[in-house]
């Protein structure tokens, strides 16, 4: 019932920007979450990049994307966005959004829900 739909992947120069959103539906609660945002290239692990727990937590995101990549949300539209910038090469991979009431799921990359992934490619 509950899914996570990502969209807004594409590729681009590096330097350039994307902006991916994750837009869940079939759930509506006022409780607290975590939201997460994991990307995979091929023959590497996947990566968890950025997260944030929505009762009172600040955004954690990893030293690979840190001060490029920015979460944001539309709560009117239940939709959480990942602002890229200064994209590289090494950025590219497949981008996956995640979702769990349970903040220790998402960070060890066992979130409940998570969204069909949206690839991300940059090159010159």
């Known amino acids: 019932q509950v899914q996570l739909v990502e969209s807004g992947g594409g590729t681009v120069k590096p330097g350039g920007s994307l902006r991916p959103s994750c837009q869940a539906s079939?759930?509506?609660?006022?409780?607290?979450?975590?939201m997460g945002w994991f990307r995979q290239a091929p023959g590497k692990e996947r990566e968890g990049i950025a997260r944030v727990y929505t009762l009172g937590g600040s955004t954690i995101y990893a030293d690979s994307v840190k001060g490029r990549f920015t979460m944001s949300r539309d709560s009117a539209k239940n939709t959480w966005y990942l602002q890229m910038n200064s994209l590289r090469p090494e950025d590219t991979a497949m981008y996956y959004c995640?979702?769990?009431?349970?903040?220790?799921?998402?960070?060890?990359?066992?979130?409940?829900?998570w969204g069909q992934g949206t690839q991300v490619t940059v090159s010159s």
């Open positions: 995640a979702a769990d009431g349970r903040l220790w799921a998402v960070v060890a990359g066992s979130a409940s829900y």
């Open positions: 079939g759930y509506s609660t006022s409780g607290s979450y975590c």
